[in-house]
């Protein structure tokens, strides 16, 4: 047999015409719209790489329910026009650039009592 200048040395058992692909029929899931996406991602707080060094020197950890508490937090500093703040959160505090949503350092409770707190302009205990 002879398909397209190619020897074969048997027929497929659906004959020639089983060789021709199918398209796939699979649908690619429905894409969200951007501004949808973008209200998403700019409600989420990131963290600096000193805030995420700080907090794993010191055994920090957060769950969903922290973060969504911390990111209620800097949306009410937000709200208020906040610009940096010192969000008190458990037993750890965090000082939050606000406008841009960032994390730039934090603290265990013990040594948030000990230090004072320079250049914020407001605190959030969440």
Excluded: W, Y
Excluded at 65 to 79: C, F, G, H, I, T
Aim: charged letters at 25%.
């Amino acid at each position: 047999m002879d398909i397209n200048g190619v020897q074969l040395p048997f027929v497929p058992l659906g004959g020639v015409s089983g060789l021709q692909r199918t398209p796939n029929t699979v649908q690619p899931p429905p894409a969200k719209p951007f501004a949808e996406i973008l209200q998403e991602e700019a409600g989420k707080i990131r963290f600096s790489a000193h805030a995420q060094s700080r907090m794993t020197s010191r055994d920090m950890a957060l769950d969903d329910s922290d973060m969504k508490r911390l990111e209620n937090a800097v949306s009410k500093a937000d709200e208020k026009g906040s610009r940096d703040s010192l969000v008190m959160l458990r037993d750890m505090a965090f000082i939050v650039s606000v406008r841009n949503r960032t994390v730039i350092t934090a603290l265990k409770g013990e040594q948030a009592m000990e230090n004072v707190f320079t250049n914020i302009d407001s605190a959030v205990v969440a």
